[in-house]
């Protein structure tokens, strides 16, 4: 089923410390599914690249590895929310990371007569999340993801997917502050975990396993709230 068969959007959050899948995750989702991914990270990293009033202000904290204010975030969010491709129904990538974050999104979907649908934790171990973060990069010009360690590309050099040449890391992934992400994860996110669970609408994965295994099990999921 694609997004304009579907009788109503559908809202999906992906839960999870830095190094969990989220994005990759997200990607094949929206693949599958017709969904789009909604990755705060990702709109506040092309915020820091235009040089916005936001961007300013979180590009520090982003590189500390600490959480960039709600009130910042909320308006990157917001302001994505208002374009029509987002429609159709979203996956949230890196979004809410508090308990008041998680407060708002319920009143901007109301204000839109949507609701979350699904929260899934993807379970990780920590231990090997800061390995997996500090060697990842991706192509420049296609945004593939590669990693030092676990995902090189057939010919080195040349990305698989659009054969560009450049390849970028993100500067926030370091073993330094991904150890600080991680403690913003555990102190600040990992509560809503709860939060969700008490509403009924989680479920847990684990994803420590292969790429394509936990792509079906969150296909699952999906397929069961979309009628896919
Ligand atoms: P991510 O791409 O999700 O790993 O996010 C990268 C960085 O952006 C985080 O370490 C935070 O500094 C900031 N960030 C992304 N999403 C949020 C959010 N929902 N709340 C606060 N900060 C965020």
Do not use: W
Not at 131 to 153: I, L, M, N, W
């Amino acid at each position: 089923m694609t997004a304009d068969t579907m009788t109503r959007p559908v809202n999906l959050i992906l839960l999870g410390p830095p190094g969990a899948g989220k994005g990759t995750q997200a990607r094949m989702l929206e693949d599958a599914f017709g969904l789009v991914q909604l990755s705060t990270g990702d709109l506040l990293r092309g915020a820091v690249n235009a040089g916005t009033p936001a961007g300013l202000a979180a590009k520090s904290v982003m590189e500390k590895g600490e959480l960039v204010s709600d009130e910042i975030v909320l308006a990157v969010l917001e302001e994505r929310l208002q374009q029509p491709d987002v429609a159709a129904g979203t996956i949230l990538d890196g979004f809410p990371r508090t308990a008041a974050q998680a407060e708002a999104l319920d009143g901007l979907l109301a204000a839109r007569n949507q609701q979350i649908d699904a929260v899934i934790s993807l379970e990780v171990d920590d231990d090997a999340m800061v390995a997996r973060v500090s060697g990842r990069y991706t192509c420049a010009d296609c945004g593939e993801g590669y990693h030092d360690e676990f995902k090189q590309p057939a010919t080195a050099g040349v990305c698989d997917k659009c054969q560009g040449s450049s390849f970028k890391r993100r500067p926030d992934d370091n073993a330094e502050t991904v150890r600080t992400r991680l403690s913003a994860y555990h102190a600040q996110t990992a509560p809503l975990i709860e939060y969700y669970n008490a509403r009924g609408t989680l479920s847990k994965v684990a994803a420590m396993g292969a790429i394509d295994d936990i792509a079906k099990a969150l296909g699952k999921i999906v397929s069961h709230l979309t009628g896919a």
